[in-house]
C-alpha cells in the first residue's frame, strides 16, 4: 500500500516552545491530509483537514493558532504545536488518501510529543 | 461514533480461539466502514473494510458484518494469534467528501498461548 511517514517519531521540547511534526506521502500526491491526537488508552480524535494550496479546516474546539498547519506541497503536511504546554503532550498521527485507493487512508507511524 | 475521554474495553482470548470485536457507530449517513489495528505506539494499519451497500465481507482470517438498522459494526478474527494483540478500531466515514474518519472507542484485544 501506499507510505504515509511522519518526522518526528517522538519529541520532548520544553514548556512555551513550538514543535513541528512533518508528514510526507513517500509515493502518491495527497491533496487532502489529516492531523489526528491520541491521548493514553483513547481513540483518535480528528484534529482537522490539511488541504494543498489553501487554509485547513479545523475541528470544533481545536485552536487553530495553537495547531498551525501547512499544506504547501502535494507530498507535505506540517503540524506546528505552538507555545506547547504539558497538556499538549499526545501521540499525533496524519493521514492521507491516495486516489487510487478509492477511500482508504494511510497513516503515518504517528508523533509522541511530551512536553515537559 | 466519536469517543471523548473513554477507556478502552478489553477482551481476551486464548491463541486459537475465534475473536468477536463491536463498534457502535453513530451517523446513519456514514457509507464507508473500515476496521483498524494499532499496535502500541504505531499509527493505525488497515486490516479490512465494508460500504454500506454489503452486509458483510470476508479477508484473510477477518470477516466484518454491518448492521445498518442497528448501526452497530462487528469485526470477526479467526484462530486468533498472539500476533494479533493489539488496538482495534473501526472508523466511519461519508464517501466521496474529504474521507474524514470518525474513530470508535476502540477495543484493546489480548491473546493468551
Known amino acids: 500500500g501506499a507510505v504515509v511517514s511522519q518526522h518526528p517519531s517522538w519529541v520532548i521540547c520544553k514548556s512555551g516552545t513550538s514543535v513541528k511534526i512533518e508528514c510526507r506521502s513517500l509515493d502518491f500526491q495527497a491533496t487532502t491530509m489529516f492531523w489526528y491526537r491520541q491521548f493514553p488508552k483513547q481513540s483518535l480524535m480528528l484534529m482537522a483537514t490539511s488541504n494543498e494550496g489553501s487554509k485547513a479546516t479545523y475541528e470544533q474546539g481545536v485552536e487553530k493558532d495553537k495547531f498551525l498547519i501547512n499544506h504547501a506541497s502535494l507530498t507535505l503536511s506540517t503540524l506546528t504545536v505552538t507555545s506547547a504546554h504539558p497538556e499538549d503532550s499526545s501521540f499525533y498521527i496524519c493521514?492521507?488518501?491516495?486516489?487510487?485507493?478509492?477511500?482508504?487512508?494511510?497513516f503515518g507511524q504517528g508523533t509522541r510529543l511530551t512536553v515537559v | 461514533g466519536e469517543s471523548v475521554g473513554l477507556h478502552l474495553p478489553t477482551l481476551s482470548v486464548q491463541e486459537g480461539d475465534n475473536s468477536i470485536i463491536n463498534c457502535a457507530y453513530s451517523?446513519?449517513?456514514?457509507?464507508?466502514f473500515i476496521w483498524y489495528k494499532q499496535e502500541s505506539g504505531k499509527g493505525p494499519q488497515f486490516i479490512i473494510d465494508i460500504r454500506s451497500n454489503m452486509d458483510k465481507r470476508q479477508g484473510q482470517r477477518v470477516t466484518v458484518l454491518l448492521n445498518k438498522t442497528v448501526k452497530h459494526l462487528s469485526l470477526q478474527i479467526a484462530a486468533t494469534q498472539p500476533g494479533d494483540s493489539a488496538v482495534y478500531f473501526c472508523?466511519?466515514?461519508?464517501?466521496?467528501?474529504?474521507?474524514?474518519?470518525?474513530f470508535g472507542a476502540g477495543t484493546r484485544l489480548a491473546v493468551h498461548p
Open positions: 472508523a466511519e466515514t461519508i464517501s466521496g467528501g474529504y474521507n474524514k474518519l470518525i
Open positions: 493521514s492521507a488518501n491516495e486516489p487510487t485507493a478509492n477511500t482508504e487512508a494511510f
Open positions: 451517523n446513519s449517513a456514514s457509507d464507508y
